[in-house]
């Protein structure tokens, strides 16, 4: 399994999922199409927002990969228009990370 994470992930979901086995890469800086297929989003199995001030990132993504699952972790609110689009919204304070890493990989 590959995750590719946009966003600054001070939650540590991405460590949590690399212990989970799940292969990662970073997205860095904004998550524009050309980032995200730089870091892989083409052979990506999930899409891992962690600032939902890029939550455009999340139709750009699934336009790039249908089959992706996207994850939002974040404590900020995510804007409506990329709610829909969203698989799981976890509130980092709610979650552990390595609960919701366990759970990607149950699922």
């Known amino acids: ?19 989970e086995g799940i ?20 052979e ?14 999340i139709p750009v993504a699934k336009d790039v990969n249908e089959a992706l699952k996207v994850v939002v972790y974040d404590e900020d609110t995510i804007p409506e228009f990329a709610r829909g689009q969203a698989d799981l919204i976890v509130d980092p304070n709610l979650l552990a990370p390595e609960t919701v890493a366990e759970e990607l990989v149950d699922s």
């Open 44 to 57: 990506a199995d999930l899409f891992v927002l962690t600032d939902v001030g890029q939550a455009t990132a």
């Open 23 to 42: 292969e990662t890469s970073r997205v860095e800086g904004i998550a524009s199409r050309p980032a995200l297929e730089e870091a892989g989003i083409h």
């Open 1 to 19: 399994m590959r995750a590719v994470i946009a966003g600054p992930d001070n939650g540590e979901l991405g460590p949590a999922l690399e212990g």
